[in-house]
């Protein structure tokens, strides 16, 4: 600062060519002042509790029935393609496959750098605009699948009573029935106090299986709790899901203009091949600027 105001004192007195190199050190410096308080202003930012954490993501198909799991999976399959980008980790908690292949439901978790923050924005509703395999006029539909991006407890994080938990077994089972399973290794928690579900058949082991449960729940009530806390200091928030109608979306998928929209900040990409591919940054990028933009205008 004091280098630019001595700068504009000389530029003051100047001539020539000497008072154009004293404007263009000048306008220099205060541009790199200018970032450099941008910086700052992002860097005082409160810290997101979160951000050192893994997620778990739970996908499910919704609106528009088999094509809905179907785009689940493509779904999955994005994420498991960016995770791999990015060099973090991932672990299939549960998967319950549909019928044509699709998901009825997965659940993962992520484990690396920054998985938290870069992607926590993908919660929510997103819908799908294509042809489905099921379509045999070639018309377009539209189906939905919904996207919950939780933050791993800990123990720690969350204690959880043995009297609060309402623990059944019973006999894994896949498509449309058939056992694959001769014991009673699944698992179904309850957890009393919320009404909060979960319920686990990946392992062959009961206990394995009673474990990957308890890791699901445990990230459930912390973004439960996490939520509540954020509703009393500001305005009541709706949920990362919603009720998984089509009208409730944060991002739509157009398979025939190769597009993928954001709603949330209005952007629009014309290489929705190359997302399902993997190639999330762009939307990452402006969905986490957007949130700094936001958190500098509140205050």
């Given at each position: 600062?004091?280098?630019?105001?001595?700068?504009?004192?000389?530029?003051?007195?100047?001539?020539?060519?000497?008072?154009?190199?004293?404007?263009?050190?000048?306008?220099?410096?205060?541009?790199?002042?200018?970032?450099?308080?941008?910086?700052?202003?992002?860097?005082?930012?409160?810290?997101?509790?979160?951000?050192?954490?893994?997620?778990?993501?739970?996908?499910?198909?919704?609106?528009?029935?088999?094509?809905?799991?179907?785009?689940?999976?493509?779904?999955?399959?994005?994420?498991?393609?960016?995770?791999?980008?990015?060099?973090?980790?991932?672990?299939?908690?549960?998967?319950?496959?549909?019928?044509?292949?699709?998901?009825?439901?997965?659940?993962?978790?992520?484990?690396?750098?920054?998985?938290?923050?870069?992607?926590?924005?993908?919660?929510?509703?997103?819908?799908?605009?294509?042809?489905?395999?099921?379509?045999?006029?070639?018309?377009?539909?539209?189906?939905?699948?919904?996207?919950?991006?939780?933050?791993?407890?800990?123990?720690?994080?969350i204690h959880i009573e043995e009297s609060d938990l309402k623990i059944d077994v019973y006999r894994?089972?896949?498509?449309?029935?058939?056992?694959?399973?001769?014991?009673?290794?699944?698992?179904?928690?309850?957890?009393?106090?919320?009404?909060?579900?979960?319920?686990?058949?990946?392992?062959?082991?009961?206990?394995?299986?009673?474990?990957?449960?308890?890791?699901?729940?445990?990230?459930?009530?912390?973004?439960?709790?996490?939520?509540?806390?954020?509703?009393?200091?500001?305005?009541?928030?709706?949920?990362?899901?919603?009720?998984?109608?089509?009208?409730?979306?944060?991002?739509?998928?157009?398979?025939?203009?190769?597009?993928?929209?954001?709603?949330?900040?209005?952007?629009?990409?014309?290489?929705?091949?190359?997302?399902?591919?993997?190639?999330?940054?762009?939307?990452?990028?402006?969905?986490?600027?957007?949130?700094?933009?936001?958190?500098?205008?509140?205050?």
């Open positions: 600062m004091e280098d630019v105001a001595a700068a504009k004192e000389m530029f003051t007195d100047s001539a020539g060519d000497d008072r154009q190199f004293l404007r263009d050190q000048i306008d220099d410096a205060e541009a790199t002042i200018a970032e450099l308080q941008a910086e700052l202003r992002v860097l005082l930012l409160p810290k997101d509790p979160n951000d050192d954490k893994n997620v778990i993501v739970e996908i499910r198909g919704a609106e528009g029935g088999e094509e809905a799991n179907l785009f689940a999976k493509d779904l999955y399959d994005m994420y498991t393609r960016y995770a791999e980008r990015q060099g973090w980790k991932q672990e299939v908690l549960n998967a319950d496959p549909s019928d044509m292949g699709g998901m009825n439901e997965v659940i993962f978790l992520l484990k690396g750098d920054g998985v938290w923050s870069r992607m926590k924005h993908e919660a929510g509703p997103h819908r799908v605009q294509r042809v489905p395999v099921t379509e045999s006029q070639g018309r377009i539909h539209t189906s939905a699948a919904t996207v919950s991006v939780l933050p791993e407890a800990e123990e720690v994080d894994s089972t896949g498509p449309g029935g058939q056992s694959v399973n001769t014991t009673d290794s699944a698992v179904r928690i309850t957890h009393l106090p919320t009404g909060m579900v979960v319920a686990m058949q990946d392992e062959k082991s009961q206990i394995q299986n009673r474990a990957k449960a308890l890791q699901v729940l445990r990230a459930r009530l912390l973004k439960h709790e996490q939520d509540r806390q954020a509703a009393e200091q500001s305005e009541a928030r709706r949920g990362q899901i919603g009720g998984g109608n089509r009208s409730e979306k944060v991002r739509t998928y157009n398979y025939k203009e190769n597009r993928v929209s954001d709603h949330r900040i209005g952007l629009t990409l014309y290489k929705l091949d190359k997302v399902l591919m993997g190639e999330l940054d762009d939307l990452v990028d402006a969905l986490t600027a957007d949130e700094r933009a936001r958190q500098l205008a509140e205050g």
